[in-house]
């Protein structure tokens, strides 16, 4: 049952997530396969060993580590390298053991970190967008970090996110004057505003999402 719930409940946040991480908030395209295929990686990793015959080593655990947690977080944007590590070495040599019962522990509690993660941030940022931003600065925002390993701290987390927050804003602000340009109908509101209110929006979404619900899924 566990099983069952925690893949609807991956579903659900997965597809959440997917709209934070992405670029473009404003316009957010289909789900990356990484992303629609997460809760697969478990079965998958469950069949193979069971089916194969060959020994889980704590080498392939660790990948399969790196891999779940970047099918969560794809563009490393929330997990701390710091995570990535201590999820390692605390499933890395306990893996195998955990498969040939079938328990998805592992999954589990990487999938509740991820989402503490998320509902950190989301906090974060709706307080930081209270705060001025210095645009003068020459900073550059990587949309893409695919390839990108995640923050180290909290304090580089804290920067890659205000980078990303002015990359918003400066964002809407091109989108408004394109439309000026065109003729098409300006928004009301300032590119500040707009930025807010998505993601005031998202951790409502969250923070309205009863748990409870979510476990009778």
Not at 92 to 107: C, E
Not at 127 to 151: A, C, H, K, M, N
Request: aromatic content about 12%; hydrophobic content about 35%; glycine content about 4%.
């Amino acid at each position: 049952m566990r099983c069952l719930n925690f893949f609807w409940q991956g579903c659900f946040w997965l597809n959440l997530f997917w709209l934070v991480s992405s670029p473009l908030l404003g316009s957010p395209p289909s789900p990356p396969k990484e992303v629609q295929t997460t809760a697969i990686l478990v079965q998958k990793l469950l069949q193979d060993h069971h089916f194969s015959g060959k020994p889980l080593t704590e080498e392939m655990a660790r990948e399969w580590v790196r891999s779940y947690m970047e099918s969560l977080d794809y563009n490393h944007a929330f997990f701390l390298d710091a995570d990535l590590r201590a999820y390692q070495d605390t499933y890395g040599p306990q893996l195998a053991k955990l498969t040939q019962r079938g328990d998805i522990t592992p999954a589990y509690e990487i999938f509740s970190g991820f989402s503490d993660r998320v509902r950190s941030r989301l906090d974060w940022i709706r307080t930081r967008l209270t705060l001025p931003f210095d645009f003068s600065l020459e900073q550059t925002y990587e949309i893409d970090r695919t390839r990108v390993g995640w923050p180290v701290d909290r304090t580089s987390a804290d920067d890659l996110w205000d980078r990303r927050l002015k990359f918003d804003i400066l964002r809407e602000k091109l989108v408004s004057q394109a439309n000026a340009k065109t003729g098409k109908k300006a928004k009301e509101e300032k590119p500040l505003e707009t930025v807010s209110k998505r993601y005031d929006r998202l951790l409502r979404n969250l923070e309205d999402y009863d748990s409870e619900e979510i476990s009778q899924l």
